[in-house]
């Protein structure tokens, strides 16, 4: 069946800093979604990528989704303590019909 | 509109009994996935349901079972509960093929 990795699986940061996030499927995807889940929180939806090589930005980040639609990061310019939290990719399969998500990645922020 | 509701949000159990969660999607929204999550163990897919019928299934034990009414709102089921399943159990609505996850606030079960 079809598998999602992301690595790394935590990192550390001092507030400034950048981080990035990496994304990859066993099979091409339709879409790649990124959610981000704060401590004590619920997974919550930042943004949907579709189109291959496309790229998107929300303020200090940005999301890119491969060539082969396989692989996606996330990036996150000059971390504040406010980015704190678990990023997820989820990835739907090329039919349509099944959604399935990165084990995560914790983002710790040192102030 | 409201969001995805999920009841209740705490549970305190003891293994061999059964517990029923429910989840109430947001209106319109007819597609219900439930998620199981654990420390380090990321999102843990449960089911999928749509229309009153189960569309995707992850790896889980018979044990774990679900539904949906007519109303789209959906309650999950475990039996014979056992300590590991303690967890953080979500549901989540979507609408449409983007399948974009709108997820409640969860569930926090713990078995004793």
């Known amino acids: 069946g079809q598998q999602v990795m992301q690595i790394p699986q935590y990192q550390h940061v001092q507030e400034g800093e950048d981080f990035t996030t990496y994304c990859n499927s066993s099979?091409?995807?339709?879409?790649i979604q990124w959610y981000k889940q704060r401590p004590g929180g619920h997974p919550v939806f930042l943004i949907q990528?579709?189109?291959?090589?496309e790229v998107k930005k929300q303020k200090r980040l940005t999301f890119q989704f491969g060539e082969a639609k396989k692989n996606s990061s996330l990036h996150i310019t000059a971390t504040q303590t406010t980015d704190v939290g678990t990023y997820f990719c989820?990835?739907?399969?090329?039919?349509?019909?099944?959604?399935?998500f990165g084990g995560g990645t914790r983002l710790m922020v040192k102030p | 509109k409201a969001g995805v509701t999920q009841t209740p949000r705490y549970l305190i159990k003891t293994r061999g009994q059964q517990v029923t969660l429910s989840c109430s999607p947001i209106s319109g929204h007819r597609s219900v996935s439930w998620y199981q999550q654990t420390p380090g163990q990321g999102l843990q897919f449960l089911f999928e349901y749509f229309s009153e019928t189960q569309r995707n299934k992850g790896n889980f034990p018979g044990r774990f079972s679900g539904r949906q009414f007519s109303n789209s709102r959906s309650e999950m089921n475990v039996s014979t509960l056992e300590l590991g399943d303690s967890a953080l159990y979500l549901c989540?609505?979507?609408?449409?093929?983007?399948?974009?996850?709108?997820f409640g606030a969860g569930t926090r079960l713990s078995v004793l």
């Open positions: 099979t091409t995807l339709s879409n």
């Open positions: 990528l579709v189109k291959s090589g």
């Open positions: 989540a609505s979507s609408q449409g093929w983007k399948n974009i996850q709108y």
């Open positions: 989820a990835g739907l399969s090329n039919a349509g019909n099944m959604l399935t």
